[in-house]
């Protein structure tokens, strides 16, 4: 059973990698589902064969970090949101728990290693294909890549989130070529690889990303002459030399490769304008509404309008993302979660500063030999973690599924990595490990139980957005409509089915269906603002269909109300100007017209805006005003 949970494992790993890669659960469930489904296993299994012992300090910050970010996410006010933060946390716990232990082996933590290579190589391929010109390129069929052409993705949509997967797997292969047991060729292989991969991050332009790679090599660098300082002095000096020299010839030749592009892309985007800084004072905004325990689980979906930094320019779209984990951090969750954060970070790498404290002083004195598998992991692992940490505060990749299971994998190896002393021994903490059995347990079910329910109810919304584009609408609005049932939960499945009812809607059609068609649309639209109240664009959709029902009073609320939530945007302001245009108050959807033309957030290109509703309302007025004026004009000849 240990066996078939550590296979399952694995391939939960590559599937997450394969499609765990956007904020979004969509593709993720298929990876929770098999994480959840390993952890089962594993934990039915109960005794399982440990090689090492973890340390219990860390399996404690672990358990407080995801006690404290579970709750929050359970009371937070938009579930649906919340269910990204907390399917995420449930597969990391999992994740941890299974490297801490059934994944303790150094050949498990290997296939781990050649699970993320694998991963790597597809990565650079799909890379490849984008720098062929399929800059659209999407793993998954109907489906294509948003993000715009110039900087390579592959299977991520966004370029900084495959900089950052390459970020870790440099640092552990890069361990692994200088310290694992291996054969030359495989270390060959390594190097190799390692040069593709950097070069990969380059490709992507991410400037969070090269300066997460500088940091985590100056502490590679580092941690890796002081263990040669203390095991194999005389090899000192040579590993400076080689060190220097690979270094510099690596960062000489990623500089060369990038130097273009990243002239390029800082030419277009200085850093001193970057858009950051803007979303930085909104995340600061929102965090100051609940400094301590934070506003909710991915809440700066809507902060992030509510809070806009009013210099924002204009035609820049929504945030979406704090662009810093810390910030985004402080904004959900409050000090309270970051500083239980920073309490799982200080203790893991202690635990990894430890394990080479150990190696030096006990296992290199009994065995002479610097070659170690856990010794290449451990220094690997600390300085991709405080790569990403680096990269971090520039970027959200850490809520992207794979990175963040990766982030978990890696704290595992620390929390266990292989110590074998009494000198070093980690004091026990009574009843813990049993607690986060059952915890386990708990989190293994609800993975499975989502991924069964929430993810088939994503699929079919998915299948829908498809089908739309197809032309299929009556497809889709039946899919939408069994999503919807599954999962009556979901705001965001209510707001597309209200919408997708009121694309449905055509004049012909008989009194009664065209009755039956906008009250559902009202019923759906309702039910989304009242699972989330803080989406203005809910509120907007709403009016609309309120206005159809002839329900106008309650349709001018709606539309109080998105103001309020959207005090900058032109969309609301653009709702209210629409609104007095049915009404035919002409006078003050003039005034509300102008006052959308005004806004400090004004609609994406392409969409409708004050202008053409503005010139519709003329055309209007002018049309009524020839119609009037030739009644009174057949008034008076007769």
Not at 414 to 440: H, Q, T, W
Request: hydrophobic share 50%; glycine share 8%; net charge positive.
């Amino acid at each position: 059973m240990q066996k078939l949970a550590l296979i399952l494992f694995l391939l939960g790993l590559f599937v997450t990698g394969l499609l765990g890669t956007e904020t979004r659960l969509l593709f993720f469930w298929p990876g929770c589902a098999l994480i959840g489904l390993a952890g089962l296993i594993a934990v039915l299994r109960w005794k399982l064969r440990v090689s090492f012992q973890p340390s219990d300090w860390c399996l404690l910050t672990v358990l407080a970090l995801a006690g404290y970010v579970g709750w929050r996410a359970w009371v937070s006010p938009v579930e649906v949101y919340a269910r990204e933060d907390g399917a995420i946390l449930l597969a990391g716990f999992v994740a941890y728990l299974m490297t801490v232990t059934a994944v303790s082996q150094p050949k498990w933590r290997l296939g781990i290693v050649c699970v993320l290579l694998v991963l790597v190589a597809g990565n650079l391929a799909a890379g490849w294909l984008n720098f062929k010109g399929r800059w659209d390129f999407h793993l998954v069929p109907g489906f294509s890549r948003s993000f715009p052409p110039g900087r390579i993705g592959g299977f991520f949509n966004n370029p900084n989130h495959l900089a950052a997967f390459l970020s870790f797997a440099v640092f552990l292969s890069t361990g692994m070529m200088l310290f694992a047991r291996i054969h030359i060729t495989s270390r060959l292989l390594l190097g190799f690889g390692i040069l593709a991969m950097l070069t990969g991050v380059a490709l992507t332009v991410s400037r969070g990303a090269m300066l997460g790679l500088a940091v985590g090599g100056v502490v590679f660098l580092l941690l890796t002459l002081w263990v040669v300082w203390r095991t194999k002095r005389p090899l000192f000096k040579w590993l400076v030399l080689a060190l220097l020299l690979a270094g510099g010839a690596a960062g000489g030749a990623l500089y060369k490769v990038n130097e273009d592009a990243m002239l390029t892309r800082q030419l277009s985007t200085p850093l001193g304008e970057d858009m950051r800084t803007h979303i930085w004072r909104a995340a600061l905004a929102q965090h100051a509404e609940s400094p301590w325990t934070g506003v909710g689980a991915r809440m700066f979906y809507d902060g992030g309008i509510t809070h806009r930094d009013p210099e924002t320019p204009a035609q820049t779209g929504d945030s979406l993302f704090a662009h810093n984990e810390y910030l985004q951090m402080l904004a959900d969750y409050g000090w309270a979660g970051l500083a239980l954060a920073v309490l799982v970070l200080l203790a893991h790498l202690a635990n990894g500063l430890r394990y080479l404290r150990w190696f030096a002083a006990e296992k290199f004195a009994a065995t002479g030999m610097l070659g170690s598998n856990t010794l290449a992991l451990t220094l690997g692992g600390i300085a991709a973690l405080m790569a990403t940490l680096a990269h971090a505060a520039f970027e959200f990749h850490l809520h992207i599924a794979v990175i963040a299971i990766l982030g978990a994998v890696v704290l595992g190896m620390l929390a266990n990595p292989g110590i074998e002393s009494d000198v070093f021994r980690s004091r026990r903490i009574r009843g813990l490990r049993f607690l986060m059995k059952i915890i386990m347990l708990a989190a293994c079910a609800a993975l499975i139980y989502g991924a069964a329910t929430f993810g088939v109810a994503d699929a079919r919304a998915a299948l829908a957005q498809v089908q739309d584009k197809r032309g299929e609408a009556s497809l889709a609005l039946r899919n939408l409509a069994h999503a919807t049932e599954m999962d009556p939960r979901n705001a965001t499945l209510a707001h597309q089915h209200g919408l997708a009812l009121m694309d449905s809607y055509k004049p012909d059609k008989p009194e009664e269906e065209r009755r039956r068609i906008i009250d559902s649309s009202v019923r759906e639209l309702t039910r989304a603002t009242t699972l989330n109240p803080h989406q203005f664009l809910y509120q907007v959709a709403l009016a609309d269909a309120l206005d159809a029902a002839g329900r106008n009073d309650a349709a001018l609320q709606a539309i109080q109300r998105a103001l309020l939530l959207a005090p900058l945007y032109e969309e609301p302001r653009l709702a209210l100007g629409m609104h007095y245009h049915r009404l035919r108050r002409f006078e003050e959807a003039e005034f509300a017209y102008l006052w959308a033309g005004r806004a400090q957030a004004l609609n994406h290109e392409g969409t409708l805006n004050w202008l053409e509703s503005y010139r519709q309302l003329l055309s209007d007025t002018h049309f009524l005003s020839e119609r009037a004026r030739k009644a009174r004009n057949e008034a008076q000849s007769r």
